[in-house]
């Protein structure tokens, strides 16, 4: 299943991507209730910024987000937002985090983004080099 292109003010765009990040030490905290509180957390942040969240879930130790966004979106300034929120909020939210952590850091330094959707890289790049003979 393809995105359907959006319209923005002065773009038509079908932009989605795939992006994980870990628990910092991977450090197995998400239980069920803490993952749930995740996902919350990281929806409201989405929907707020103007992003859509087709798909997200959680496991011990790591983050799952299928995510749509528009053209105006800086990946790692969305990143940044999800990770340092629900970090702020699940360290008061489930103080018992803390036991297993330490430093302050729930998260990983890093993130795993890839672009999804779309036509496969060889198809595009026939298309493109064919733009020429037309």
């Not at 340092?84 to 297993?100: D, T």
């Amino acid at each position: 299943m393809a995105l359907e292109p959006q319209s923005g003010g002065h773009s038509k765009h079908a932009m989605a991507y795939h992006i994980v990040w870990c628990v910092k030490y991977r450090r197995t905290v998400l239980t069920r209730a803490i993952g749930d509180r995740v996902k919350e957390i990281v929806t409201e942040i989405a929907a707020a910024q103007g992003c859509e969240i087709l798909s997200i879930e959680t496991d011990t130790d790591h983050v799952h987000v299928l995510l749509r966004v528009k053209p105006t979106h800086q990946l790692s300034k969305l990143v940044q937002l999800f990770k340092g929120k629900s970090a702020y909020i699940l360290f008061r939210e489930f103080p018992q985090i803390k036991n297993r952590l330490w430093g302050g850091h729930l998260w990983s330094p890093s993130y795993y983004a890839c672009t999804v959707g779309g036509a496969p890289i060889e198809t595009l790049k026939k298309y493109i080099e064919s733009q020429r003979t037309k």
